[in-house]
C-alpha cells in the first residue's frame, strides 16, 4: 500500500509541474528519466583533461625530432642573421658576429668542430631551454603551451622577422638608431602579442645581453646602435625559437 501511495504521489506532482514547465519551456522537460539519466552521464566540461603520459620510446622520437628541426633552423638563422643589414652603419655579417665568436671560441679552446654543427647546437639549446623552463623555474605561472603556439603562429612569427628585415633594409631611416630603437619597441610588441610569457622575457633578455657583451670587443667605433640591433635579432630569434620548441615538444 505504501508504495502505491508514494507512485500515486509522484504522478500527481508531475502532472502538476509538468504542464507549468511546459508552457514556459518547451516539451523537452517532458522527457523520460531515462533521457534524463543520459544527460547525467554527460562529463563536465569543467573538469580537468588528463593528459595521457607517452610512452618512453614515443618521448624518445619526438625529442630526436625536435633535435633534428631546432638544428636545421639554427643554420637557417645564421645565415638569415648574416644578410640582415641596413643602408647607413649596419653592414652585412654585423649580427652574426655573436654566432662566429662563439663558434671561434669552442673551436680554439674546446674541440675543433665545424662552425655549422655549431649554428646547429645552438638552435637546440634555445628551443629547449623554453619549454625546461616553463616546466622547472616558471610552472607556477601556469603558462598554457598550447594557447599560441600552434603552427600557424609560428608562421606567423616567421613572416614578421622577414618583414622586419625587409624594413630595416628598404626604408629611409635617419640613422641606425633609430631603425635599432624602433625594433626594440617592436619586440615588446611582438612579445606581447606571440608569447607574453616570464620565461621567454627572461631567458631572451639574458641571451640579449650576452650577445651584446660578446659583440662589444669586436664594434670599435663606437656605434652603440649596433649593439641595439643585437639585442633586437636574438631576443626575437629567441622568442621564434622558444615557440618552435614548445611546438615541437608540446606532446612530450
Known amino acids: 500500500m505504501a508504495n502505491n501511495n508514494n507512485l500515486k504521489t509522484e504522478d500527481s506532482v508531475s502532472n502538476l509541474v509538468k504542464p507549468t514547465l511546459y508552457s514556459i519551456y ?3 522537460v517532458t522527457t523520460s528519466s531515462t533521457d534524463y539519466s543520459t544527460l547525467r ?4 566540461v569543467n573538469e580537468p583533461i588528463v593528459r595521457k603520459e607517452k610512452k618512453l620510446h614515443q618521448q624518445i622520437i619526438i625529442i630526436i625530432y625536435a633535435t633534428v628541426v631546432l638544428f636545421i633552423f639554427g ?19 654585423i ?10 671560441y ?7 668542430v665545424d662552425k655549422n654543427i655549431v649554428f646547429g647546437i645552438l638552435g637546440i639549446l634555445c ?6 623552463c616553463d616546466n622547472v623555474f616558471f610552472a607556477r605561472y601556469n603558462y598554457n603551451s598550447n594557447s599560441s603556439n600552434d603552427f600557424q603562429s609560428i608562421l606567423k612569427c616567421l613572416n614578421s622577422i622577414l618583414g622586419i628585415s ?15 630603437s624602433a625594433w626594440g619597441l617592436l619586440n615588446i610588441i611582438m612579445w606581447l602579442y606571440f608569447d607574453g610569457s616570464l ?25 652603440y646602435s649596433l649593439l641595439v640591433y643585437i639585442m633586437d635579432f636574438y631576443f626575437f630569434s629567441l622568442l621564434i625559437f622558444g615557440k618552435l620548441g614548445r611546438y615541437l615538444l608540446r606532446n612530450c
Open 41 to 44: 552521464n554527460i562529463p563536465n
Open 26 to 28: 518547451d516539451k523537452d
Open 106 to 112: 669552442i673551436n680554439d679552446n674546446i674541440i675543433p
Open 199 to 223: 620565461s621567454t622575457l627572461t631567458i631572451g633578455s639574458v641571451i640579449s645581453f650576452v650577445s651584446c657583451v660578446i659583440s662589444f670587443n669586436t664594434i670599435t667605433n663606437d656605434n
Open 166 to 180: 625587409l624594413g630595416i633594409k628598404h626604408l629611409r631611416w635617419k640613422s641606425s638608431m633609430q631603425a635599432s
Open 95 to 104: 649580427l652574426s658576429i655573436t654566432l662566429h665568436s662563439i663558434a671561434k
Open 75 to 93: 643554420n637557417i638563422f645564421a645565415v638569415l642573421c648574416n644578410e640582415l643589414y641596413d643602408n647607413l652603419t649596419l653592414k652585412r655579417g
Open 127 to 132: 628551443g629547449f631551454i623554453i619549454p625546461i
